[in-house]
């Protein structure tokens, strides 16, 4: 299967702990996205990647968030400190240009205790 | 915020074709309508985009109108596996902002 990849695909952690979560795009896309989805919501623009430049950070990212893709193929998102309200979806898209289709990997799932 | 506006919900007997109405009366000439969907526990999927005109694939068409403040998505023959929320949006650039979509059910 080359679709996005995404790891692990559920997460349990304590207040106040750090998690990261990676994702591995398809092979050739340059542009990678990360979007979060809260329960009945559509999935919100967090940041963006062209190869391993950071473009783009929503008001959304706090500085407790960070994402990172260091060779340009596989990102990670950190959440530092987290918080009940960081429970969600995390999901991660890549394309090949900026008006071609996104394709979504399956998410991870954030339950922060 | 998303841009556009649709209803919460809509129901479509098997076999009917589903007409999936969009609102995005501030759009702006550089800006796209694409479509996606998303069934329960799984990410969003592409179904179709378009800019001004008509556009059909093997999923769905998307009609436009013609001053480009609204659009309809088409499914002609809706399945039990179409059943999903589905995503109108707006987009310019990088910038893809979905709204709470459109939950289609698909009844037998």
């Known amino acids: 299967d080359t679709g996005v990849s995404q790891n692990p695909r559920h997460k349990i952690t304590k207040r106040g702990q750090n998690v990261t979560f990676r994702c591995d795009p398809i092979s050739e896309h340059n542009r990678l996205y990360w979007y979060r989805q809260t329960l009945g919501q559509g999935p919100e623009f967090l940041t963006y990647?062209?190869?391993?430049?950071?473009?783009?950070k929503s008001r959304l990212l706090s500085d407790r968030f960070s994402a990172e893709r260091p060779k340009g193929s596989f990102s990670t998102l950190e959440i530092q400190r987290t918080e009940q309200g960081d429970s969600a979806m995390y999901l991660c898209?890549?394309?090949?240009?900026?008006?071609?289709?996104?394709?979504f990997g399956p998410g991870t799932r954030l339950t922060v205790l | 915020d998303a841009k556009t506006t649709q209803p919460p919900s809509m129901d479509c007997a098997e076999g009917r074709a589903a007409n999936l109405p969009c609102n995005h009366s501030?759009?702006?000439?550089?800006?796209?309508v694409y479509w996606y969907r998303q069934i329960h526990s799984q990410g969003p999927q592409y179904i179709i985009h378009g800019l001004k005109n008509n556009e059909t694939n093997e999923m769905a068409s998307l009609i436009i109108t013609e001053d480009r403040k609204s659009s309809t998505l088409i499914l002609p023959h809706a399945t039990l596996r179409d059943t999903a929320v589905y995503y109108c949006i707006v987009r310019e650039g990088n910038d893809m902002r979905f709204g709470a979509g459109t939950r289609l059910t698909v009844k037998p």
């Open positions: 990647f062209q190869n391993e430049a950071q473009l783009e």
């Open positions: 898209a890549s394309s090949s240009r900026v008006y071609n289709e996104q394709f």
């Open positions: 501030t759009i702006s000439g550089n800006e796209y």
